[in-house]
């Protein structure tokens, strides 16, 4: 007899910005996310400066409204202040799992994390030649990919989601101004996707960009930016829901 089929459902967004004033803002929207899905994940750009005070805002909001699993990844909104350390720890201390190159395993199914960085897509990507403040950039683009890369080898479930804050491929980001695009993601983060043949991709970051788009091995990426979900789907709340379907020992 085959094994009875449940689904773990996922519920994303991104690109929060809160700030000091933003008290109870979200929190309907958090607690529909919360009442629809087995796993909460955000994106990065939790806050709009990069401040501890907002990241408490924020944290008091979503313990209020949020009783399952919930990982994130800093946004470089995060880390504007320099004070990301402090934001992780007081995301950690509210329960609030932040991936920056781990890899963590929820009901069988696997989730590496990663904030990513700039550099361009494709052909147009840039290389590290020139300056040694480009070669640095270059550098750090690098860096990011070969973290997700190294969470990504680490999970050995079936299913494996990747979480972002900057965009993997071009086709997400379409939408802003093509001067930006180099901003906005890199193609670097894509390699590591298509390596490990992971089941989708979340990222935000892109304000006016494309909810959704595929690598060129076919994985689902989605952009999960309030504003993109607010303008794509504005009869729907401003949330993705992906269902990932598990047998009845909460393997895929």
């Not at 085959?2 to 309907?28: E, I």
């Not at 008091?60 to 934001?87: C, M, Q």
């Not at 992780?88 to 920056?100: C, S």
Request: aromatic fraction near 6%.
């Amino acid at each position: 007899m085959a094994s009875a089929k449940k689904r773990l459902r996922l519920a994303a967004v991104a690109d929060l910005h809160y700030n000091k004033n933003s008290q109870g803002s979200l929190q309907a929207l958090f607690t529909q996310m919360a009442n629809q899905a087995d796993i909460f994940l955000l994106c990065g750009d939790l806050t709009n400066h990069g401040l501890p005070e907002e990241a408490e805002v924020l944290a008091r909001d979503l313990t209020a409204s949020v009783k399952i699993p919930l990982l994130t990844v800093l946004g470089n909104h995060d880390y504007h202040a320099g004070k990301a350390g402090e934001i992780e720890q007081l995301l950690t201390a509210a329960g609030i799992q932040v991936l920056d190159g781990e890899a963590v395993e929820i009901q069988g199914v696997g989730f590496a994390g990663v904030k990513g960085f700039l550099g361009g897509f494709g052909r147009r990507i840039l290389e590290p030649w020139g300056e040694d403040s480009v070669k640095h950039l270059v550098q750090e683009a690098v860096a990011e990919a070969l973290k997700l890369e190294s969470a990504l080898s680490r999970l050995r479930t079936p299913q494996i989601i990747a979480v972002l804050h900057y965009a993997p491929i071009q086709a997400t980001v379409e939408g802003e101004p093509p001067e930006i695009f180099a901003f906005l993601g890199s193609s670097r983060l894509e390699e590591p996707l298509n390596r490990y043949r992971v089941t989708a991709a979340f990222h935000g970051h892109a304000h006016h960009g494309k909810p959704e788009g595929k690598t060129t091995a076919g994985i689902p990426v989605y952009n999960v930016a309030l504003p993109v979900l607010r303008q794509a789907y504005p009869e729907q709340p401003p949330f993705r829901v992906l269902e990932v379907a598990l047998d009845a020992k909460g393997s895929p």
